[in-house]
């Protein structure tokens, strides 16, 4: 069945940087749009980057644009978000999920998550 497993969050002080993977199986990861996510204590859910099946299309939060790097490598089916020069305000769990149809249908059946990786970012 399909999986997506997140690595490479941790505790970081501000400026630091952290580099976050998503490790996929099981589907065709090529025909997928994937994306990351962040939910912080108290929010709702919201979309960080997200990235094409072809790895040629990105986009990006307004809050992170300059300072996160969505990325993909099909030889590894592994998808990155370089992050730099973090803020505390980027702490949250980060989420990779798997959209078949690229129309944005994460939640429904097309849409697949990881278990999340958990970013605290300190003053």
């Known amino acids: 069945q399909a999986r997506l497993v997140e690595s490479g969050g941790g505790s970081v002080q501000a400026g630091g940087d952290l580099r976050l993977s998503c490790k996929a199986s099981g589907f065709v990861y090529t025909s997928y749009c994937m994306g990351w996510f962040r939910q912080a204590p108290g929010k709702e859910r919201e979309s960080v980057a997200t990235?094409?099946?072809?790895?040629?299309?990105?986009t990006y939060a307004d809050s992170v644009k300059g300072r996160f790097t969505i990325a993909k490598d099909n030889s590894k089916i592994t998808l990155y978000l370089q992050m730099t020069d973090l803020k505390p305000e980027d702490s949250a769990m980060y989420y990779c999920?798997?959209?078949?149809?690229?129309?944005?249908?994460?939640?429904?059946?097309?849409?697949?998550w990881g278990q999340g990786t958990e970013v605290i970012v300190s003053s």
């Open positions: 990235i094409d099946g072809s790895g040629t299309t990105t």
């Open positions: 999920a798997a959209d078949s149809t690229c129309l944005g249908n994460w939640d429904s059946s097309d849409g697949h």
